[in-house]
């Protein structure tokens, strides 16, 4: 393939290539990946394992928010689309997370650290919920493919169809419903009683405010059929209707 046939098609592909930096999507991946082979190598190593698991799905997850973006969703894909750069209120909430780790640590090694049949639950609950939070979003952003957009769409584009099919038909916002669950399961296993609160409450009011607002857009949009849709079809996140 020649040099212009190879840019014609990667224009094609991917038409806003131009606007990404590929140094820092390199850079990025190259960060997350450090993250997942060293935490994974470390586990033998540390005492209160899951802070190692908890950075292993962090690392996990925000490199998929890209490879599905540019895989199924490529006209939109962005160095923003590892979702890293999530708001203040996201690397806030982490950050809190992992202090709150490390000082109950300290301070109560004991209930941190005890191979008690509640933690030994807790925790199996913690991973099931971020394996099972991560498989929905990873597949709602594969089946909506061009419809997904990270931000939401205030104006409809020419690509963007009603996603009912898949596991649109057994929640009406999976992605949120995944990211949700695996949120919570991400403190169930760091045993954080207080980010767990935390985490629940602000996830909560965000994902009850976004879902009306994207809904209003989506009525515009789709008019009768999303609304024959939203009667249909629950979400799945307690009291957000
Ligand atoms: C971050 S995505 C989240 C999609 C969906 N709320 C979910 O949780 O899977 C936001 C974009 O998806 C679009 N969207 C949401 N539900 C949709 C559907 N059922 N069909 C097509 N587009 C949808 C919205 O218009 C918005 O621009």
Known sequence: MSVETYNDSIHEIYPDIKKNSLTTISFTSYALGAIFGLFIGLLPLIRFKT?????ISLSVFHFLEFYITAKYNPLKVHEQSFLINNGIEYLLAHLVAVLECFIENILFPTFKNSNSLVNHIIIFIGIFLIISGQLVRSLAMYTAKNSFSHTVKTEKLN?????????????????YFGFFYWAIGTQLILLNPISLIIFTIVLWNFFNKRITFEENYLLNFFGSDYLKYKNRVPIGIPFVK
């Open 159 to 175: 690509d963007h169809k009603l996603i009912t099919n898949g596991i649109y038909s057994i929640s009406r916002h999976p992605s």
């Open 51 to 55: 802070f190692n698991i908890y950075l």
